[in-house]
């Protein structure tokens, strides 16, 4: 996936097994790989944490991914200090305390919304293309959920 974020690959011809000796078990391909210039405007840390987590269980559905306590608890801390910082940078020149970060809303509800629309509904990060994992990253930037790598 990140191969094809940054470069576009195109297949030039197969070589079979039987090119080789011993012969292994695959097949092979001749791939071009072009470098996409400029790189596409996405945060390379936060597509870098949600392409590590969708496939780590690749066969597994994203919902049930994204809705496991370990990942959920992950996105509210990464909510939280994302709201920490954010209020620290609002801190006012005459020296006053920054505000409050807001409280932080139901991650798992969040989540749940996104897994909602059809795009995501069912889907497995093995059979996902580069659109639909950009969609992904939007949908959760979108509700205020972020990733670190």
Partial sequence: MNCQLLAKVTQLLKVGRNNFRPPPKVDSRVVRIEVR??????NFVEWDGLVKLCFNRKNK??????????????LE????TLAALRAADAMTDDGAPPPPPPACPDVKALVEAIFEDPRFE?????KMDLDDFLALLVAFNEKGLHFSA
């Fill in 37 to 42: 210039n400029p790189p596409p405007p996405v």
């Fill in 61 to 74: 559905t994203l919902r049930s991914i994204f809705t496991h306590k370990k990942t959920l608890a992950d």
């Fill in 77 to 80: 801390t990464s909510w939280k």
């Fill in 122 to 126: 069912g889907k497995r990060a093995a």
